[in-house]
């Protein structure tokens, strides 16, 4: 079923309908290698996504969802197509711009959490606080994911949950206005997947951020805004939920 | 090609400048041994088989004058093999283009067939013959003096024998066995422009001398197992109602002593310095090794899980460890024989012989590439190890994410100040405090290398300066053929341009203490002279006093005695008895070993009265031109030593080889500094390109990320540099105390400059090699730090 234009260019019911989009993504291509080797990961998207809304992307893997993720987050540039965050073409913007996009605008969730092993949990945030713009203190950032009372101690002395809560507060602690979130509990059994997504939920509620969110799990389509499902590259199915379901109410 | 070694070819190339690095480091302490063992092997084979070929003898005496017929009671004397008698003296030169006079030591050749014992080797034309009539006499001359002048067979020259000016006809070049080291007697180093050596027919030689029937020079050989000391004494015996001038072993003999000395010094290098660059390699083989395998942890269980044997996959890695060895050996070999042959060039200026050629030291070559695979096995043996014993379905698995705590230094209050990379660089050295303490004592070791080429330079320079400025200030130093009465003096002050002349005694003599014994030339100084001086160790001038002795530093301690105690002197030529003085002062000096008198005291010493030998002259320079030709024309004068001269020969010689040991040196200590660095940024790269990548994604620089890769090795340099200045100052010392000969010795002179080199050297070639692998981290995969683990 094809999306309709509606749902992917319009924003949920989180978002105003009028605000310009954070992401205005146009025909967005990217192919790996060239010939007869080239492989295509994203085949021409549409998107828009604004301030506020909570986005699932799902799809297998080789669908192209890391690929999206990626163009979003400023770690790679499109082949072909338009990429702008703010009206600003991300698409061509050279090394030294894609760092301070990176430093200021976006927060990384990993699914193998990346934690510095030589750094404290309250180090791991300070690391990225002490070089973004207008940041929260790591203790506070920290509080937000319910980890005030593990600020002392390293990755190796956390559990896996505590360790993404860990990875969630240093991505937020710097106020992003873009959450990126590869498979954030991908990694972990189901109870602790809940506080993790639940820390995440109270992120985009309580501070407003757009949170990107990639998982293989369905499930997790009720907690967004809308949903889009990706399949060889472009977007084949893209729903706005008339509701957006809580963590808790999920259907575990 | 087994696939494996198709792997192994790929990861090899993969890794390609740190294996280079880790060969070169290797191929640095092979080539050192190579090269000083070959040395060693050069020089033994050629010494051996010149002494054998030509008859070098055992024994040597020198002597005012005996019949000829003394020889055959030397030759009664038992445990004696062979006895060869003539003539040796010394003469003053009148040689072209020289503006000073030369001096040359004129030896006999057998009136009738070659000499038994010490036979010259003619490089060319021909072995001088007795002349008569009013042929132009003829005369060989010693290749250094030859080559130093541009003389060849045809050339003459002029020479003053017992006060008469004559003219020679040079026949031919010859070298000698017992010239090997062809130096002024006491010299350390030669002078091959001043000082040289030739040889006469005996009549000739004799006959102007008024010698004719006689001789004054001694060798022997003994037979087998005979005790070298009973002949000598024998011999001593014998010829003291003769003048005997005393009589010594080879060990004593100063061009073999000057050769075992050479050897001593290339011994001692050929150990010490190979062992720390295999050390360093084997630690970088280790660490190298170590990654290597915990990179490829999956594709070991991958492939024991499909069968290969634990025995299969150790060899493959073992493999990887030899390809480096054997790269490090090919390297190092080639460099070995490259420096030997430029050293053995070199030699060319201290040491003659027929033909010295480069003797590669095969059996040592083949013990240090052993010695480095086995290091090198040590060093991968670990970390195999660790892999194959490994279950597959465990290995399959990504290791355990390293665990950290604060390091102990981290609870004092200065630690709150610390950024977070100060933190990570300080916990990654915690992490690994074996690895971390031998990078920093690895590159400790490059400084301190680079700090010994650099003292032996100053130390050099400081002999120039120091003795020849301070100690010795006279401008030139002339010899009487024979001692004389002391007026003679007033015959020096009247030459041209003489500011100041002190005469001087100088007697061969014998210095015991219990068992040891040395035999050298008593120097009688005025008091407290202003020319020749005699300096002690603060520097400042001793007086001699009217009783008793002062002598080398060295000396003394060969001699093992100290301040205060009595050594017996007993003079080896003239009637005079044995005398016991006390030793009263240690002069410091640093060529030969002296023993220093007061001139009066000498001369009560020999029972002779008021004689000279000769006596230190400055010179106005205005004048220098007039005076030697002054000098030229004065007949009772046997040679000079002028002390410029001198010191240029010493700047010429040393300089280049102290320039070329500097250069290897200093290439050295770069290529372990640089090799160390590289390697230990790359592997931190690698264990960490996860954490790296992962900064880049957060929104740190290259340059910051760069940073935090490079924090520890920084904090490393640092700690090496003022450890590395301690190992360099104490290396040194070894080295000078090492290559302390009773010939040659060095101070031990460390400059603030010497220290800053060696820092800025290491400090370069680690940031140099520290930025080179950070450039790396433009290749970080980025999009990759997202994906999870498995």
Redesign the interface.
């Known amino acids: 079923m094809p999306p309709t234009a509606e749902a992917i260019h319009s924003p949920g019911s989180a978002g105003a309908p009028h605000r310009a989009p954070v992401f205005e993504v146009r025909g967005l291509a990217r192919v790996f290698g060239e010939g007869t080797a080239a492989v295509t990961a994203l085949a021409g998207v549409d998107l828009d996504l604004f301030a506020g809304e909570l986005i699932v992307l799902l799809g297998a893997s080789g669908s192209g969802k890391s690929t999206l993720l990626n163009q979003l987050g400023g770690l790679d540039s499109p082949t072909q197509g338009t990429l702008r965050y703010r009206g600003w073409n991300l698409g061509v913007a050279d090394e030294a711009a894609l760092t301070q996009f990176r430093r200021n605008a976006v927060g990384f969730v990993f699914q193998a959490y990346n934690l510095i092993p030589s750094l404290t949990a309250r180090e791991n945030v300070a690391l990225i606080t002490e070089i973004c713009r207008d940041p929260m203190t790591p203790e506070a950032a920290l509080d937000l994911v319910g980890l005030g009372a593990r600020l002392d101690h390293f990755p190796a002395q956390l559990s896996g949950g505590e360790q993404q809560r860990v990875a969630i507060a240093r991505a937020i602690a710097k106020r992003p206005e873009v959450l990126l979130c590869d498979e954030p509990t991908g990694a972990l059994d189901v109870k602790t997947g809940i506080t993790v997504l639940e820390a995440i939920e109270r992120i985009n509620g309580e501070l407003g951020t757009l949170a990107v969110i990639i998982t293989h799990n369905a499930i997790l389509a009720d907690m967004a805004d809308r949903v889009f499902t990706l399949s060889d590259g472009r977007i084949v199915n893209a729903r706005t939920n008339a509701h957006r379901g809580s963590v808790r109410d999920l259907a575990w | 090609m087994p696939l494996l070694d198709r792997k192994l070819l790929r990861d090899l190339r993969s890794l390609k400048t740190q294996a280079l690095a880790v060969a070169l480091v290797m191929a640095c302490g092979l080539a050192m041994m190579i090269t000083t063992r070959s040395l060693m092997l050069s020089l033994t084979a050629a010494r051996d088989g010149y002494y054998r070929e030509n008859r070098f003898a055992q024994v040597f005496a020198r002597l005012k004058r005996a019949p000829n017929a003394v020889r055959e009671q030397l030759a009664a004397i038992p445990g004696v093999a062979t006895v060869e008698t003539g003539l040796a003296l010394q003469v003053t030169l009148d040689v072209p283009g020289l503006a000073e006079p030369a001096t040359g030591l004129f030896n006999s050749l057998p009136e009738r067939g070659a000499p038994v014992l010490n036979r010259p080797y003619l490089r060319a034309g021909r072995l001088p013959e007795a002349q008569s009539g009013g042929a132009l006499a003829e005369l060989a001359v010693g290749e250094a003096f030859a080559e130093a002048h541009g003389l060849r067979p045809g050339d003459t020259v002029s020479a003053v024998l017992n006060g008469r000016k004559q003219k020679f006809l040079l026949t031919g070049i010859v070298l000698s066995p017992e010239f090997i080291f062809e130096a002024p007697p006491g010299a350390a180093l030669p002078d091959n422009k001043t000082y040289g050596v030739f040889w006469a027919p005996y009549k000739e030689l004799a006959t102007a001398f008024q010698l004719y029937g006689g001789f004054n020079s001694v060798a022997l050989t003994l037979a087998p197992d005979v005790a070298e000391e009973a002949v000598l004494a024998a011999v001593d015996r014998l010829l003291a109602p003769y003048g005997g001038r005393g009589t010594y072993g080879r060990n004593n003999h100063p061009s073999d002593r000057r050769l075992t000395d050479e050897l001593r010094v290339l011994k001692a290098l050929s150990f010490a310095f190979p062992l720390v660059f295999l050390s360093v390699a084997a630690f970088m083989v280790n660490s190298v090794m170590a990654r290597q395998v915990a990179l490829q942890r999956e594709q070991i269980a991958m492939l024991k899980a499909c069968g290969f044997s634990n025995a299969q996959v150790g060899a493959h890695y073992l493999k990887f460890a030899l390809v480096i060895v054997a790269g490090g050996v090919v390297l190092g070999t080639a460099g070995g024989l490259f420096l030997g042959g430029k050293f053995v060039d070199l030699y060319h200026i201290f040491f003659r012989f027929p033909a010295l050629r480069f003797q590669p030291d095969l059996p040592a070559l083949g013990t240090a590439a052993a010695a480095s695979a086995l290091a090198a096995l040590a060093g991968v043996a670990g970390a195999v190890q660790r892999a194959v014993q490994l279950p597959p379905a465990e290995a399959m698995r990504p290791e355990a994410?390293?665990?950290?705590?604060?390091a102990w230094f981290e609870r004092l209050r200065i630690a709150r100040w610390l950024?977070?990379s100060s933190?990570?660089a300080l916990?990654?050295i915690r992490?690994r405090p074996a690895r971390s303490a031998l990078t920093c004592l690895a590159l400790a070791l490059a400084t301190g290398i680079l700090i010994l080429p650099n003292a032996m330079r100053d130390g050099i320079a400081h002999v120039l300066d120091f003795q020849w400025d301070v100690v010795q200030r006279q401008t030139v130093t002339v010899m009487l053929a024979e001692p004389q009465a002391a007026r003679v003096l007033a015959d020096f002050q009247h030459l041209p341009g003489v500011v100041l002349a002190e005469p001087f005694r100088s007697v061969p003599v014998e210095l015991r203490s219990g068992p040891q014994v040395r035999r050298l030339a008593l120097q009688g100084l005025p008091a407290r002279g202003s020319l020749d001086r005699v300096i002690d160790g603060h520097p400042a001038q001793l007086t001699l006093p009217e009783r008793g002795l002062i002598i080398s530093a060295k000396l003394a301690e060969v001699l093992h005695v100290q301040p205060g105690d009595p050594l017996t002197i007993r003079p080896l030529e003239g009637e005079a008895r044995d005398l016991v003085v006390p030793l009263a002062g240690l002069a410091d000096d640093f060529a030969g070993v002296a023993a220093y008198m007061e001139l009066g005291a000498v001369n009560r010493l020999l029972l002779e009265g008021d004689r000279v030998n000769g006596a230190h002259l400055t010179v106005a320079a205005g004048e220098w031109d007039t005076f030697l030709r002054a000098l030229k024309a004065t007949p009772q004068i046997a040679g000079c030593y002028v002390k410029n001269s001198l010191r240029e020969g010493f700047r010429a010689t040393t300089a280049e080889s102290i320039g070329l040991l500097q250069k290897m040196y200093a290439t050295f200590a770069a290529i372990v500094a640089f090799g160390i660095i590289y390697n230990s940024a790359r592997i931190s790269l690698s264990e960490r390109a996860?954490?790296l990548a992962?900064?880049?994604?957060?929104?740190?620089?290259?340059r910051?990320v760069g940073a935090v890769l490079v924090g520890e090795l920084v904090l490393l340099t640092l700690s090496a540099l003022p450890l590395g200045l301690l190992v360099g100052t104490q290396l040194a010392r070894a080295i000078v105390t090492t290559v302390s000969t009773e010939t040659v010795r060095l101070p031990l002179v460390l400059t603030t400059a010497n220290y800053a080199f060696a820092v800025a050297v290491v400090a370069t070639a680690s940031a140099l090699s520290a930025w080179l692998a950070a450039r790396k981290i433009a290749g970080l995969d980025?999009?990759g730090?997202?994906?999870?683990?498995d």
């Open positions: 994410p390293a665990s950290y705590r604060p950024g977070p933190r990570m916990r990654n992490r996860r954490e992962t900064l880049r994604v957060l929104g740190f620089t290259r910051e980025l999009a730090a997202l994906k999870a683990l």
